[in-house]
């Protein structure tokens, strides 16, 4: 069961990382990539994971406040990402605050997450 966590949170951080870096790669010219949607929802994914096996560790006790506030913060990232994504594949601008909203959010459920 170690190794499976360990799993799910290196995946985690994976998938943080490509939404942050693609989001400072893009910094001069703003846009949300597919790769940025899909890191998200690996994140969901993953993290979800790792509550579940929490859970259901013995005398472990989960912090449900903390979870639903960066679950919440996730799905900003993920539906900015998803509006993101689609109006790149039409070809269409990505408004700036749009992308800055995929990387930064990312960036405070991070830091949520190491300072809570």
Do not use: C, Y
Request: charged share 10%; no cysteine.
């Amino acid at each position: 069961m170690d190794f499976l966590f360990s799993l799910m949170l290196f995946l985690h951080f994976v998938g943080l990382a490509v939404i942050i870096g693609t989001w400072i790669f893009t910094m001069k010219r703003p846009t949300v990539t597919v790769g940025q949607f899909w890191s998200a929802i690996v994140m969901l994914l993953t993290g979800l994971a790792m509550v579940a096996m929490r859970e259901m560790q013995e005398g472990f006790e989960v912090n449900h406040m903390k979870i639903g506030i960066k679950l919440v913060i996730l799905l900003v990232v993920a539906v900015a990402a998803f509006i993101g994504m689609r109006k790149t594949k039409l070809g269409e601008p990505v408004s700036t605050g749009l992308a800055h909203a995929v990387g930064g959010m990312a960036l405070i459920n991070a830091a949520v997450a190491v300072f809570w």
